[in-house]
């Protein structure tokens, strides 16, 4: 059986998985990664025919490390202002920057418990994707992310198991019954 952790990014607001065998939280691992220049020059380098395809058209993976760093950096901070902000303020909660992951479930009330949802980055046209379930409107758990190169999820293994992820913690916060902060806060 696999072993998580739930660890608090902001209060009440949001969390972050880790999985088995992991060193470090989702959060803080994508986030460190999106900026580490020697992760990023291998990445572009190992899904470079995907970088230069149609879907972006970028031709330098120099160009890209260093777009990915500088919208990480704007990402990050987004999400934890937000994160800190919607606990006061319903109007500007992690709800209204993260989106449901299926078009589907884009107008369905009331909102599916445990939704799969997903924030893009902040630059244009950004390829940065951080994965989430929504418990509440401003409480949300990080399950994980990805550099989407591709059209779709179903393109490339790493995405893949960005939506193995997704499923792996709804079926664990189901399992432990959490619906809100409170009981996020006793797995911590």
């Given at each position: 059986?696999?072993?998580?952790?739930?660890?608090k990014?902001?209060?009440?607001s949001?969390?972050?998985?880790?999985?088995?065998?992991?060193?470090?939280?989702?959060?803080?691992?994508?986030?460190?990664?999106?900026?580490?220049?020697e992760?990023?020059?291998?990445?572009?380098?190992?899904?470079?025919?995907?970088?230069?395809?149609?879907?972006?058209?970028?031709?330098?993976?120099?160009?890209?490390?260093?777009?990915?760093?500088?919208?990480?950096?704007k990402?990050?901070?987004?999400?934890?202002?937000?994160?800190?902000?919607?606990?006061?303020?319903?109007?500007?909660?992690?709800?209204?920057?993260?989106?449901?992951?299926?078009?589907?479930?884009?107008?369905?009330?009331?909102?599916?418990?445990?939704q799969?949802?997903?924030?893009?980055?902040?630059?244009?046209?950004?390829?940065?994707r951080?994965?989430?379930?929504?418990?509440?409107?401003?409480?949300?758990?990080?399950?994980?992310?990805?550099?989407?190169?591709?059209?779709?999820?179903?393109?490339?293994?790493?995405?893949?198991?960005?939506?193995?992820?997704?499923?792996?913690?709804?079926?664990?916060?189901?399992?432990?019954?959490?619906?809100?902060?409170?009981?996020?806060?006793?797995?911590?």
């Amino acid at each position: 059986m696999e072993k998580y952790s739930v660890f608090k990014i902001i209060e009440d607001s949001l969390y972050s998985m880790r999985y088995c065998n992991e060193k470090s939280d989702k959060f803080y691992e994508l986030f460190d990664n999106w900026t580490d220049i020697e992760y990023l020059y291998l990445f572009f380098k190992k899904h470079e025919s995907d970088l230069k395809s149609g879907f972006f058209n970028k031709k330098k993976v120099k160009n890209a490390v260093n777009r990915t760093k500088k919208d990480a950096k704007k990402l990050e901070n987004k999400l934890i202002k937000i994160a800190k902000e919607g606990k006061i303020d319903n109007y500007n909660s992690l709800q209204t920057i993260f989106k449901p992951l299926y078009n589907k479930d884009r107008n369905k009330f009331p909102i599916p418990d445990y939704q799969y949802n997903k924030i893009y980055g902040i630059e244009y046209k950004s390829w940065l994707r951080v994965y989430a379930i929504r418990l509440d409107s401003n409480l949300f758990v990080i399950t994980g992310g990805a550099i989407k190169l591709t059209k779709t999820m179903n393109d490339r293994n790493h995405l893949k198991e960005e939506l193995e992820k997704l499923e792996r913690t709804k079926s664990f916060l189901e399992k432990e019954c959490v619906i809100d902060s409170g009981d996020l806060e006793i797995l911590l």
